[in-house]
């Protein structure tokens, strides 16, 4: 285990990409034990042998099409006549803009890149700085893994065979929570900075009604998860499938966003995707193997009980932990390898697999946008060639904004446990 532990360390410090530092440091341990040789290939080669994780893919696709068919513009017009009006108009606009893309692509990455891309140039033309307009392309991005169909929530509700769709519900007022918060940020930071409306006045309720109409068959896709899911008509996994096609129909035939002959460009973009997301899943479920057998679930969870057995404590702790956690790798790789783990604290404490799900995806997701190793925040630093320094400047009042939305509902389970009760009982 200590050739393994200095291994992490060596190909975390080189920079290696965080599923070969996991991957690495799990063969590593497997070759110094030459009869479990062949566990690693056999583990990863498990891990992936679940149905529900076809949701993965099909939901990546959708996301995808949504993206390419003419919904973003829709979706980014709409926004505008909702919340242009209020100081620091363009801001306000990324941010709600990011609740209605999370809806479909349900990865912080592919959101945030896409304000950065879109949003992030105009706000620069507007006199935005561009630590500014990179942060809120950044921190709006965390609405997308609370929000149905998050990837983060499915590969959560597989680890701990935890219902995807109490969790797809769960994550429905956590992330309008989100997205008031932050539009709070931005209006105070806006008002500061001197940062101007879109326009003086609110548009005529008629336009924002006709705005919200062409953008109604977008709008449309989160109805159908709930819907779809509350109803029983169809699985997680046959819900991605679904979606994907309501996705394709709309960008091409309704929308006309993108032509059919695009679709191989689409669907080698997806696959990429999920490649990279399913090897992460693979590596860290050998990694998890392996702190399995040195028992650290077990080590873990009678430290944590002898500091105290009030689960509002072991939360705080927690959180702490995982967010300090989050700062040093991959949101994905981080909830694969902790999961088994914390599983077994959660339970014992009694606390609900729906609300500690939430919270751990959301803890992920806020270390995501922090260096040294924020993968959103690299990303979105890539685009808009903001420099790290900067970005982590200007992000200190969004990240207190989202801490504080994180204590929140850490410690008001209803907020997320709410709807998940009501709507299947």
């Keep these: 285990m200590i050739a393994s532990g200095i291994a992490f360390l060596a190909l975390l410090v080189l920079r290696v990409p965080i599923a070969f530092v996991i991957l690495g440091a799990s063969v590593i341990y497997f070759a110094l034990n030459p009869m479990m040789a062949s566990t ?43 919340v242009g009006h209020w100081h620091g108009g363009l801001a306000q606009v990324a941010v709600m803009n990011s609740l209605f893309l999370g809806a479909m692509s349900g990865s912080s990455n592919a ?38 169909p ?19 519900i769960g994550g429905i007022i956590p992330a309008f929570i989100i997205t008031c918060a932050l539009l709070l940020t931005v209006r105070i930071m806006a008002k500061r900075r001197g940062y101007k409306p879109e326009r003086a006045k609110r548009l005529p309720a008629r336009q924002i009604a006709a705005r919200g109409q062409s953008a109604l068959w977008a709008l449309a896709m989160p109805v159908l998860l709930i819907v779809g899911l509350r109803g029983g008509w169809f699985t ?114 009694g606390i609900d697999p729906v609300h500690f799900g939430i919270i751990l995806v959301f803890n992920t997701t806020i270390g995501s946008i922090t260096p040294p190793v924020g993968t959103v925040l690299y990303t979105v630093c890539s685009i808009t060639k903001c420099s790290i320094e900067e970005f982590s400047r200007e992000s200190l009042p969004f990240l207190a904004s989202l801490i504080g939305v994180l204590l929140l509902l850490t410690y008001v389970p209803a907020l997320v446990t709410f709807l998940p009760n009501l709507l299947f009982r």
Excluded: C, H, W
């Design 111 to 148: 959101d945030a890149a896409i304000d950065a891309r879109t949003i992030a140039p105009i706000m620069r033309q507007r006199g935005y700085s561009n630590g500014f307009a990179s942060v809120v392309s950044a921190a709006s991005g965390a609405i997308a893994p609370i929000m149905p």
């Design 150 to 168: 998050s990837i983060g929530l499915i590969v959560y509700g597989l680890l701990t065979d935890t219902s995807i769709g109490r969790l797809f």
């Design 236 to 349: 997680p996994t046959e819900l991605g499938a679904m979606a994907a096609l309501y996705a394709f129909v709309i960008g091409i035939f309704v929308y006309r966003g993108f032509r059919p002959s695009e679709t191989y460009d689409l669907l080698r973009e997806s696959a990429l995707t999920t490649a990279n997301v399913l090897f992460i899943v693979a590596s860290a479920a050998v990694f998890s193997l392996v702190l399995a057998l040195e028992q650290v679930p077990q080590s873990l969870l009678t430290s944590l009980l002898s500091l105290s057995d009030n689960k509002y404590v072991i939360l705080m702790i927690l959180t702490v932990m995982l967010l300090v956690l989050g700062t040093m790798l991959e949101g994905l790789a981080l909830m694969v390898i902790l999961v088994p783990i914390l599983n077994e604290v959660t339970r014992t404490l």
């Design 40 to 82: 690693v290939a056999q583990r990863m080669a498990s891990s992936l042998e679940s149905f529900p994780l076809l949701a993965v893919p099909f939901f990546i696709v959708a996301g995808a099409a949504m993206a390419r068919g003419g919904i973003a513009q829709r979706l980014y017009d709409f926004a505008d006549g909702l």
